[in-house]
C-alpha cells in the first residue's frame, strides 16, 4: 500500500481513482505520471456526462439540419484515452493466459465502464 498524495486540481472521479490504484498498488514515477493523467481523463469524461445529462442526441447543425450532439464524440474519444492510459499501468497478472495490461485494462473497464467481461 502506499501513502502518495493525490494530485492537485482533480475531482471527485480524479480522486477515487488514484485512491484505488494507489491504495491496492505500489508504482514508480513514470506510472504515476500516467496515472495522473488518467485520472484528469476521468475527471473529463465525468464532466462531459454531466453536460450531456438532459441534453438531445442530435442537435442542429449550422444549416439547421440535425447533426450529432458535439459532446458525444468527445466523450467517446476521452473514454478511449482513459483505457489507453490504464491498459499502460503494469498490473499483477491475475491468471495463466492474462497479460498484466489485459488485466488491467479489464479492471479498468469493470470499475469505470460497469462491464462485466472475462
Known sequence: MSDLTCPDGLGE???RLWADFTGEWEWNPDELANLAEACSVADQIQGLKDALAGQKVSVEGSRGQPVLNPLIPELRQQQALLSRL?????FPAEGPGESKSQMGSRLAMQR???????
Open 112 to 118: 469505470w465502464h460497469g462491464e462485466r467481461r472475462k
Open 86 to 90: 490504464l491498459a499502460r499501468l503494469v
Open 13 to 15: 472521479q480524479g480522486r
